[in-house]
């Protein structure tokens, strides 16, 4: 049980547990003005409470592959202040068709690309691009994203080029975080915002540091993360 400041989430039960990538995600899209937000493989719910708290008249949509997680996810999103506004389903985004598109897509997706899966297989889905690639990512928000939307994702800091490759010329990046957990340490993590458009985009891109070499937070990191993190 994660306790934040607003609302409290229970993984007990979601192949993937809470994790800084989560929470960066959800403090760092820009979800200021959207109306529907879609939280595609949302595991607990984390990311879609987040957005919900920071934009208080979205509707957001929160789906997952995985029954257990969407389970645990509504359960989450009944807890919190939010729940009227949040939307949870069992669905596969590759074949997910709602009524409406979306302002804005974000995704904490599986990202091990050439590693062996786990051999729990629940796991390995949320973990490995077996059963959802960068490809049916990218076909996903094309289709589900309206003229300007955009799409939020999270990826280690490796994956990043390869994601783009997959999306150029069909989604155009805008905006680049790259994540250091610990002065002195290479990137972990890239946050990324991908706009459909016909015309490209010159992105905007900077470094977050979480951690000085003393283990301190560095204030970026606390002014990211302070509207959640109760020791903030």
Not at 21 to 34: C, K
Not at 196 to 203: D, F, L, Y
């Amino acid at each position: 049980m994660f306790k934040f400041k607003q609302f409290t989430i229970d993984d007990s039960h979601s192949a993937m547990k809470i994790g800084t990538d989560g929470v960066l995600l959800g403090a760092w899209a820009n979800v200021a003005g959207d109306s529907h937000i879609l939280d595609a493989g949302t595991g607990t719910g984390l990311i879609a409470l987040m957005v919900a708290q920071r934009n208080n008249k979205a509707k957001i949509s929160a789906i997952d592959i995985v029954e257990e997680s969407a389970v645990e996810a509504r359960a989450n999103a009944d807890k919190s202040p939010w729940g009227e506004r949040v939307e949870v389903g069992c669905a596969d985004l590759r074949s997910y068709r709602p009524q409406q598109q979306f302002d804005h897509i974000v995704s904490n997706p599986p990202f091990f690309v050439d590693s062996i899966p786990s051999p729990d297989a629940v796991r390995a889905m949320a973990r490995h691009t077996t059963t959802l690639d960068y490809a049916d990512i990218v076909s996903a928000a094309e289709e589900l994203l309206c003229a300007g939307g955009r799409l939020s994702i999270v990826l280690p800091f490796e994956c990043g080029a390869r994601f783009r490759r997959v999306a150029f010329e069909r989604l155009w990046l805008s905006r680049q975080t790259t994540v250091i957990t610990r002065e002195g340490d290479i990137p972990k993590r890239l946050l990324m915002e991908f706009v459909k458009s016909n015309k490209p985009i010159m992105p905007r891109c900077d470094t977050l540091l979480i951690q000085l070499k003393d283990g301190e937070y560095t204030e970026e990191y606390r002014a990211l993360t302070q509207d959640f993190y109760l020791m903030f």
